[in-house]
């Protein structure tokens, strides 16, 4: 079945920088464009960057164009988010999701806190 498991999230001060990972399992990693999405409190989840299949083609949501950086290594099953000049406004659970045939899978999500 398709797993996603991200990790690398944690507290961290503003300005600071966080690398996560979500490792994949269960399908075809190097076939399937993956997302990040975020949830901070009180608040929607947000689409955050994507990632096409081979990995040349990337998007990302104004408020982190130019910090935040979206990258996959198809050789090992996983996805990246690196996350530079963090500021407390991208506090939120951090979710990777990839949607095959239709169909949205999600990890547990890893959380990001910016705070002095």
């Known amino acids: 079945q398709v797993q996603l498991v991200e990790s690398g999230g944690g507290l961290v001060q503003p300005g600071g920088s966080l690398r996560l990972s979500c490792a994949a399992s269960?399908?075809?990693?190097?076939?399937?464009?993956m997302r990040w999405y975020r949830q901070a409190p009180g608040k929607e989840r947000e689409l955050v960057a994507r990632i096409s299949s081979a990995g040349g083609s990337t998007n990302y949501v104004d408020s982190v164009k130019g910090r935040f950086t979206i990258s996959r290594d198809n050789a090992k099953n996983t996805m990246y988010l690196q996350m530079n000049s963090l500021k407390p406004e991208d506090t939120a659970v951090y979710y990777c999701?990839?949607?095959?045939?239709?169909?949205?899978?999600w990890g547990q999500g890893t959380q990001v806190t910016v705070s002095s």
């Open positions: 999701n990839t949607r095959i045939w239709s169909t949205d899978y």
């Open positions: 269960g399908f075809t990693f190097s076939s399937y464009a």
